[in-house]
């Protein structure tokens, strides 16, 4: 949760205005020479234009994702939520968890302090992280230096992405090679010790290829006792020209990441204990005992070729390796009493990965039945193989609660407690057609078959389980655009979510159907100013069925019963309020409740023989704020200068589906100042002005890892361009 100073000017073509006005005037002219002399035709003098620096937009038009083809965002039936390059450098967004503040109903997991998580509508979206259209649900943070704007779909996105997505999908866009000469050099530091450094270097390589390579390297500490963070990162791509009609990119990415795992702080008497912030609860040598390092290296090729301009198709392949070492000493239970003690245990987890996918897409632009389709064709095939081992090493012994004297974790007495291996395999079939109606109506349709087969071998009892699931995911929309400023729209999407979704099949689930998401909405979006400003309101009812839920008779026993449910608005707008004023804002309301469900949970506080149950039916998802919303307002001064602020609300939330914890809303400001030339920039940022203490994000599934945001701290940033 750190916030970074990054300085970066987009370069846009032209006064297209000037050269405009320029040629009218020229052919006004030509016609008063042309009846005064019809033989004498006038001259067109030379127009010289030249490039000029013009603000990056936080204005999104289009969207890669929602239809994996690039369409009009005011032709999609559904939310879509885009944070553009212009809005991550702005602020300064140093993660994932940074950038998607500014995204409308999402609420944040500290995902066991290894792993970038959130919820969307209400519902996990642990698997639901994508990188240019292919699955990237490995548990890692990701690193923003190639990420050239993020897009979150909402609501199931089965249809063209397979399992999983319930309240939506994080697709990144990475930073491709560029027919220009361009490079930056970044230099940031900042509060608690934070320094970071990142690259970008792009090369022309003749006319027909260009060669980029983006790094990064971090080292710095927190507010947080014990906390650490060490990351390198580097990207490097090429891209061929083969013939006109022909592309072929390639893209490499490797990140080393080890940091403090760290759980936060538990909870007593319905709230996050009242501590310091920086108060830790794990090992006295969090470095060398309670570390979490993820390495991570992908690799991909696309290649693209164009029969015409209205056929083309694309193959692209991805492969990665992802290895976890992960390290935690954790609070289990608290006890209550005139000394409140809390009871932890010191574990290790190590998961190795190996995977790829392949997809193919054919897109044909034709008439038919009098109609213009923009249609898409598609196979996905892929496999992933997932192991894991976890483990418990001896008692660690217990701490205050309220002023904990922290000895080091040994690593002795292990206890293995799972030893699996996973092998999933993806077979996708799917079509699609956004298909101009009328002048004023068009509809999106599709749906994928899916063949998702599961298998898990289970290491430390010799036993083997699998299953087969074929799935349906349809999609359906319809736009009315009554005009170039506003289209309304309505939609039904559908998606399934099987045992194997997050993690290797089990005793208990491997029977059973995959859970099955629905979602209904209705929406408008409206370009105001102009079209300078874009605007969306979205009212929708998402609703998973069949989830997995213990029967109370027998706890280890999965039943396929349950229901959630979100009914919900979300309204957003993005763009330019006048020149030089530039904006995004969100809000979201979501009524979200676990309809149907016989499962309890067990508290964790007090006595284990005396530990309260609780039924969760009728109780709130965690993680879900009823109310949330964001703002951020820049404004450029002029030679250079510029200024930015803004705010993040978010209402109260429960830190996990038994409702017993609660973690308090907060608003917190922050804001940016900056100077801006052709060969350097300067910025400052400081976020939580007024330094708020609140509880940014929990565990979403257990009521003793509650996360403090960051305390005031600010960030300078140096960067170097041509």
Do not use: C
């Not at 999908?169 to 608690?192: F, M, Q």
């Not at 006319?207 to 980029?212: G, I, L, M």
């Not at 099987?498 to 209904?520: C, K, M, W």
């Amino acid at each position: 949760m750190f916030y970074q100073l990054q300085l970066k000017i987009i370069h846009l073509p032209v006064l297209m205005a000037l050269a405009s006005s320029t040629q009218l005037a020229i052919a006004e002219e030509k016609k008063v020479n042309a009846s005064a002399d019809s033989s004498s035709l006038a001259e067109l003098p030379q127009v010289n234009v030249q490039s000029t620096t013009t603000t990056p937009s936080y204005q999104p038009l289009t969207t890669k994702t929602a239809a994996k083809i690039e369409a009009p965002l005011r032709d999609i039936p559904q939310t879509v939520n885009v944070i553009t390059q212009a809005i991550i450098q702005d602020q300064g967004a140093q993660s994932l968890q940074d950038a998607l503040r500014n995204v409308p109903g999402i609420g944040f997991s500290n995902g066991d302090g290894q792993r970038d998580q959130v919820n969307i509508r209400g519902f996990s979206a642990i698997s639901d992280q994508f990188v240019d259209g292919f699955r990237d649900d490995a548990l890692y943070f990701r690193d923003l230096s190639n990420v050239e704007e993020i897009e979150v779909l909402k609501g199931p996105a089965a249809v063209l992405y397979g399992r999983g997505s319930s309240g939506g999908i994080i697709n990144r866009i990475t930073k491709k090679p560029l027919d220009k000469a361009i490079g930056s050099l970044t230099a940031t530091v900042g509060s608690y010790d934070f320094y970071r450094v990142e690259a970008d270097v792009n090369q022309p390589l003749g006319d027909a290829a260009a060669f980029r390579i983006i790094g990064a390297k971090q080292d710095s500490h927190g507010f947080r006792e014990e906390d650490f963070v060490k990351r390198e990162f580097i990207a490097p791509s090429l891209s061929l020209n083969l013939s006109d009609a022909t592309k072929l990119t390639f893209q490499l990415e490797h990140l080393d990441d080890k940091r403090l795992n760290d759980f936060g702080v538990p909870a007593i008497n319905g709230r996050p204990v009242s501590v310091s912030r920086k108060t830790y609860y794990g090992s006295s040598n969090g470095e060398k005992d309670d570390y979490v390092q993820s390495r991570m290296t992908a690799g991909t090729a696309v290649l693209e070729h164009g029969f015409n301009d209205d056929v083309k198709i694309r193959n692209a392949f991805r492969a990665y390796e992802y290895d976890l070492d992960r390290n935690n000493t954790v609070a289990v239970r608290v006890l209550p009493s005139a000394n409140s003690q809390v009871t932890r245990r010191y574990s290790t987890v190590q998961r190795q990965e190996d995977g790829y996918f392949n997809q193919t897409d054919l897109t044909i632009k034709a008439k038919g039945l009098g109609l213009d389709h923009s249609l898409l064709f598609g196979v996905e095939i892929g496999r992933q193989i997932k192991d894991n081992q976890n483990g418990n090493f001896a008692n660690p012994g217990n701490v205050s609660l309220y002023d904990p004297v922290l000895p080091r974790s040994q690593r002795t007495g292990f206890a293995a407690t799972a030893d699996t291996s996973g092998i999933s395999e993806t077979k996708g079939f799917y079509a699609q057609d956004l298909v101009t109606l009328s002048k004023n109506w068009k509809a999106l349709i599709g749906a994928r078959y899916d063949i998702f087969d599961q298998e898990a071998k289970n290491r430390l009892n010799n036993t083997k389980l699998s299953r087969v699931d074929k799935e349906i995911s349809p999609r359906a929309g319809l736009v009315y655009q009554p005009n170039d400023f506003v289209s309304l729209y309505g939609s039904y999407t559908k998606s399934f979510q099987p045992s194997q979704e997050n993690f290797t099949l089990a005793a208990n689930n491997a029977e059973i159907a995959p859970e099955e998401t629905t979602n209904y909405e209705v929406g408008a979006k409206m370009d105001f100013l102009d079209g300078n400003l874009s605007t969306m309101i979205s009212l929708f009812r998402l609703e998973r069925t069949n989830i997995k839920s213990a029967d109370p008779a027998a706890p280890t026993v999965l039943l396929p019963v349950g229901e959630q449910r979100t009914d919900g608005l979300e309204l957003s707008a993005a763009g330019k309020l006048a020149d030089g004023w530039d904006v995004t804002a969100g809000y979201a309301y979501m009524d979200a409740e676990i309809t149907d469900s016989p499962s309890t949970v067990t508290s964790v506080f007090g006595p284990t023989a005396t530990a309260k149950k609780f039924a969760i039916e009728g109780n709130r998802p965690s993680l879900t704020p009823r109310h949330s919303a964001n703002v951020w307002l820049s404004h450029r001064l002029g030679n250079g200068f510029g200024l930015g602020g803004g705010a993040v609300f978010v209402g109260d939330q429960y830190a996990s589906v038994s409702n017993e914890v609660k973690l308090p809303g907060y608003v917190r400001f922050d804001a940016s100042a900056y100077y801006e030339t052709k060969h350097y920039d300067v910025k400052l940022t400081l976020n939580n002005i007024f330094d708020r203490e609140y509880f940014i994000s929990a565990h979403g599934g257990a009521d003793l890892y509650n996360t403090y945001g960051s305390p005031r701290s600010a960030l300078l940033s140096l960067k170097l361009k041509y």
